[in-house]
């Protein structure tokens, strides 16, 4: 049994060694919190889990504070799903999919298998009137870890390996019976070199480079080579196991190459939504397009991230009991 110290952070780290930096990701109880408020099908929790944790991993390495979704659209049985990091804590998540579907899928389903043909945007929204920015990668491979590397490539061309494991647990409680909690983890390293001509930039195929164009046939840096190695090695039980934490990972990874930690970003679950922001949205609804929202003599909203009602009364926007 975990005494939650393990759980629900970031931990930046460096290699000086292997010119490389990277982060930890631990989640317990919030990604707990995030998945138990829908009660999905376990390969969609899974799924969902896993791009909650890649979006941390993304947004906690911004040298800003900013809004960070990701959001994956698609053909295939879970259609849209969101993860959304508010700095410098704040995550939530849902998704929405075709339960028929979603049952028939096979016991370990790939992510193909899962979402079909669609794309994955990634979206950083600093506010405070700077402009926002968005990358866009189709959803080509057999897992969300190969779609993030495809990501990294063509959008920051920066060397990048990233592991991600998501898992339902059984543990057991203090004077109580054992009960079952979503964990997850992951880890990213980053090849940064002061010269960077080290970095060995593959074209994607198709690509859009003329075909005459030369290519970098370099082999990869030495150094790059065995950070990714490392990093490649951590088990989805170690990303998991709440008594296994992120420096102790780090140890194991890392090994004789003096890993270094700086100080850890704390993860919680949160939700934006509130009644007074519900009624400024309801607000702006006039005439038939506010009645045709009323239902049963209220107008209800659902959040869509943390399952809230709300209920409001049609002619004055009030709200009609507490939200739930």
């Known amino acids: 049994m975990s005494d939650g110290s393990n759980d629900d952070l970031v931990l930046p780290f460096q290699v000086e060694a292997l010119d490389v930096r990277g982060r930890v990701a631990r989640m317990g109880p919030a990604l707990d919190s995030i998945l138990r408020r829908h009660d999905y099908p376990p390969a969609v929790s ?17 040298k800003v504070d900013a809004r960070v979704v990701l959001q994956i659209q698609s053909n295939g049985p879970v259609s849209l799903l969101v993860a959304d990091f508010s700095a410098p804590e704040n995550l939530r998540g849902f998704a929405r999919f075709d339960e028929e579907a979603v049952s ?14 669609g794309s994955m945007a990634l979206t950083i929204d600093p506010g405070a009137r700077m402009r926002r920015y968005q990358g866009i990668v189709a959803l080509k491979g057999a897992s969300l870890e190969e ?3 495809t990501y990294f490539t063509q959008s920051e061309q920066i060397p990048t390996m990233i592991r991600l494991a998501v898992a339902e647990t059984l543990e057991r ?42 290519r970098d046939e370099r082999d990869e840096d030495d150094a790059w080579v065995e950070a990714a190695a490392r990093a ?19 140890l194991r990874l890392f090994h004789q190459r003096d890993v270094r930690v700086f100080d850890a970003f704390s993860l919680s679950a949160e939700c934006h939504c509130s009644t007074e922001r519900v009624k400024q949205m309801l607000a702006q609804f006039v005439g038939d397009d506010r009645t045709s929202m009323i239902e049963d003599g209220v107008i ?18 009030e709200p009609v009991g507490e939200p739930h």
């Not at 899974?46 to 911004?62: K, P």
């Not at 209800?300 to 926007?317: G, I, M, S, W």
Request: hydrophobic share 45%; charged share 25%; net charge negative.
């Open 232 to 250: 490649r090695s951590a088990m989805d039980h170690e990303l998991v196991d709440p008594d296994i934490s992120a420096e102790r990972l780090l």
């Open 46 to 62: 899974r799924l969902l889990g896993e791009a909650v944790i890649l979006n941390v991993l993304f947004a906690t390495a911004l």
């Open 104 to 117: 028939a899928l096979p016991a370990h389903p790939s992510l193909t298998d899962i979402v079909g043909e």
């Open 300 to 317: 209800k909203v659902t959040c869509e991230f943390c399952n809230t009602r709300y209920a409001f009364d049609p002619q004055t926007l």
């Open 173 to 214: 409680q203090p004077g109580g019976e054992p009960r079952r909690i979503w964990r997850g983890g992951g880890v990213t390293v980053q090849f940064l070199p002061e010269a960077l001509d080290r970095i060995v930039v593959r074209d994607l195929d198709p690509g859009d480079a003329p075909q005459d164009a030369a």
């Open 147 to 149: 779609v993030a590397l």
